[in-house]
């Protein structure tokens, strides 16, 4: 069982940056694939960014690559998004999600993902 607690989020103006957080429970978080998705309001949600739990891989959506970073602390046990150069249609609920032995091609679908947290707002005014 593993348990996801995210933190973070807030209000920011466009061009702002955030790091958002994800604390995970569990003697085993090393081993799964972790994973950020967003939903806007009337939208399906939507993959963001994952981290494998093995070789530390990333892998970005079109829409975020080069303003958002995936990272995770071992010692921690946690996973992190930071933002930049946010945009208003970044704004959105943000959900960390974790998966065990995924493989990259399966990362963007949240069905695939077994443990969600609870997520935290990210709002950005124009």
């Known amino acids: 069982q593993v348990q996801l607690v995210e933190s973070g989020g807030g209000l920011v103006q466009t061009g702002g940056s955030l790091r958002l957080s994800c604390a995970a429970s569990?003697?085993?978080?090393?081993?799964?694939?972790m994973a950020w998705f967003r939903q806007a309001p009337g939208k399906e949600r939507e993959f963001v960014a994952a981290?494998?739990?093995?070789?530390?891989?990333?892998y970005y959506t079109d829409s975020v690559k080069g303003r958002f970073t995936i990272s995770r602390d071992m010692a921690k046990n946690t996973v992190y998004l930071q933002l930049y150069s946010l945009k208003p249609e970044d704004t959105a609920v943000y959900y960390c999600a974790a998966a065990y032995g995924l493989g990259d091609a399966l990362w963007p679908e949240a069905r695939n993902y077994r443990y969600w947290g609870q997520g935290t707002q990210v709002t950005v005014s124009s």
């Open positions: 981290i494998s739990g093995t070789d530390l891989n990333t």
């Open positions: 569990g003697p085993t978080f090393r081993m799964y694939d």
